[in-house]
T-cell receptor, first 115, second 114 residues
Framework: KNQVEQSPQSLIILEGKNCTLQ??????????LRWYKQDTGRGPVSLTIMTFSENTKSNGRYTATLDADTKQSSLHITASQLSDSASYIC??????????????FGIGTKLQVIP | DSGVTQTPKHLITATGQRVTLRCSPRSGDLSVYWYQQSLDQGLQFLIQ???????AKGNILERFSAQQFPDLHSELNLSSLELGDSALYFC?????????????FGPGTRLTVT
């Protein structure tokens, strides 16, 4: 069964500090992995997209890593800001036998950045 | 602003009723996706359309149906509504049929079933 597990479920950090969010998946055959940021009550916004051959991708203060062998990804946030307070969702796509993409969402990590 | 629009923003209806949610994708995007997000739950993929044709199905109930019109806007129809259908419904669009292409999410429709 395709699964995406994220940890921690929630996290509180001080403004200016760094943090790392984890994503483990069992999705197969792997197609791509995305990290999204979702502010409360709003639609998710894409941060990074990685395919099998990519192991690091940056978007400003956000850096995602992917280890396809261990099926793990992490999202590192540097010098956190109050506006980073949001849910961060890991999404993994698999290609099934029909050529379609099966998309599995993690439940997200709720990050709160405090002054 | 992602360029994806959804209407209505909020919808309150009673159990057993039927509602239609509307989505207009970004200009030029051919793929439309529908997602459901219940309170404190993760996003659940419902269905994808590409250029008017159903492309992929997720955890969509038989009471739910969708379509994509020639002008590429999409509608999600929810019928025989139950209390458990209360959720945020998001539409997303992307330029391609599949692959590592970014999906742009709309602001969502909040459905409350009473």
């Amino acid at each position: 069964k395709n699964q995406v597990e994220q940890s921690p479920q929630s996290l509180i950090i001080l403004e200016g500090k760094n943090c790392t969010l984890q994503c483990n998946y069992t999705v197969s055959p792997f197609s791509n992995l995305r990290w999204y940021k979702q502010d409360t009550g709003r639609g998710p916004v894409s941060l990074t997209i990685m395919t099998f051959s990519e192991n690091t991708k940056s978007n400003g203060r956000y850096t995602a890593t992917l280890d396809a062998d261990t099926k793990q990804s992490s999202l590192h946030i540097t010098a956190s800001q109050l506006s980073d307070s949001a849910s961060y969702i890991c999404v993994v796509s698999a290609r099934n036998s029909g050529g379609y993409q099966k998309v599995t969402f993690g439940i997200g990590t709720k990050l709160q950045v405090i002054p | 602003d992602s360029g994806v629009t959804q209407t209505p923003k909020h919808l309150i209806t009673a159990t057993g009723q039927r509602v239609t949610l509307r989505c207009s994708p970004r200009s030029g995007d051919l793929s439309v996706y529908w997602y459901q997000q219940s309170l404190d739950q993760g996003l659940q993929f419902l269905i994808q359309y590409y250029n008017g044709e159903e492309r992929a199905k997720g955890n969509i109930l038989e009471r739910f149906s969708a379509q994509q019109f020639p002008d590429l806007h999409s509608e999600l129809n929810l019928s025989s509504l139950e209390l458990g259908d209360s959720a945020l419904y998001f539409c997303a669009s992307s330029p391609q049929r599949e692959g590592p292409y970014e999906q742009y999410f709309g602001p969502g429709t909040r459905l409350t079933v009473t």
